[in-house]
């Protein structure tokens, strides 16, 4: 008995033998990823990606990746140029030198600060230089409209280019009077349906009209465009489903609408028959 507690000996020692000690395995040092500055062609690849993944609309998809696939062969050709605010500017500078009008810059601008931020959230660059490049001003526009505004002249002769009663040229009819007489896109035109043509409060118009971003806005329909619409569906037998429909070489309508490159040739056909090569459909 030592000090209240019961010790048994034996032999040469205790039954109590101390815990062997044995060094603890060090732990696997994890070494923190440092942003970079200088980014090579597999890391702007996988920020782009991320910057596409991100979009929802596939005109804006097209926008961007045509936007970054023009920096990223500027970018390379330069030898190892760091990606921070200094080279946004000089790039930007390059496209003023260019013949391109304030929004195309402006345009390619806002892909290359998205580009930025998307390499900074993966970890390929430092925050601070993705800040850096997000503050990049992009060019002012000074109230310059934007494309080739048609004047009520030229909209009027655009029109009168499909003079014929065939279904294609009344086919034609609608879809020229839909994208001048409700300012419709070209994607907007190849999901339009005739049952989102609607009447309210004695007027025609295109309801709920899911646009580019997906922006749902609902559209008046003037009474000269829903004269030929009108013309086209009548002769054409649809009674609803897709507005606009292809058309073979045989005359047989598609039960399928076409795609905005469709609208694109038929729009580039009948404005260079009528002396207006330079007009092209809003994307």
């Known amino acids: ?48 990606s991320a910057v596409l993944n991100s979009l929802t609309s596939s005109s804006s998809k097209r926008s961007y990746d045509h936007a970054i696939r023009e920096f990223i062969d500027w970018y390379c050709s330069e030898p190892r140029l ?22 195309t810059i402006n345009l390619r601008l806002a892909a290359i600060r998205r580009l930025a931020y998307e390499a900074s959230d993966c970890g390929l660059l430092s925050p601070d230089l993705a800040a850096g490049i997000r503050r990049v001003e992009g060019v002012r526009r000074l109230g310059v409209r934007v494309g080739n505004w048609l004047t009520a002249e030229e909209g009027k002769k655009l029109l009168g280019a499909e ?42 118009v295109i309801a709920d009209l899911r646009g580019k971003g997906g922006h749902i806005r609902t559209l008046p329909v003037p009474p000269w465009v829903k004269e030929a619409v009108d013309g086209w569906t009548v002769g054409a037998g649809i009674t609803s ?20 490159k469709v609208i694109w040739a ?7 028959s009528c002396g207006l090569p330079s007009v092209a459909p809003q994307i």
């Open 1 to 48: 008995m030592r000090n209240g507690l019961l010790v048994r000996r034996s032999g040469t020692g205790s039954c109590f033998s101390p815990r062997q000690w044995r060094p603890l395995p060090m732990a696997k040092s994890k070494r923190k990823r440092v942003p970079k500055t200088v980014l090579k062609l597999p890391d702007l690849e996988q920020s782009k």
């Open 82 to 103: 760091a990606f921070n605010r200094t080279v946004v500017t000089r790039y930007r500078i390059a496209l003023e030198q260019q013949p391109y009008a304030p929004w």
């Open 163 to 204: 003079t014929a009663y065939t279904l294609r040229s009344r086919r034609n009819r609608a879809l020229l009077s839909l994208l001048i007489g409700c300012g419709l896109r070209r994607a907007e035109v190849t999901t339009l349906r005739l049952e989102d043509l609607q009447l309210r409060e004695s007027h025609w």
């Open 241 to 260: 489903g897709p507005l606009l429909r292809s058309i073979n070489k045989a005359g047989r309508i598609g039960g399928h609408g076409f795609t905005p």
């Open 266 to 272: 038929i729009v580039k056909a009948n404005a260079k």
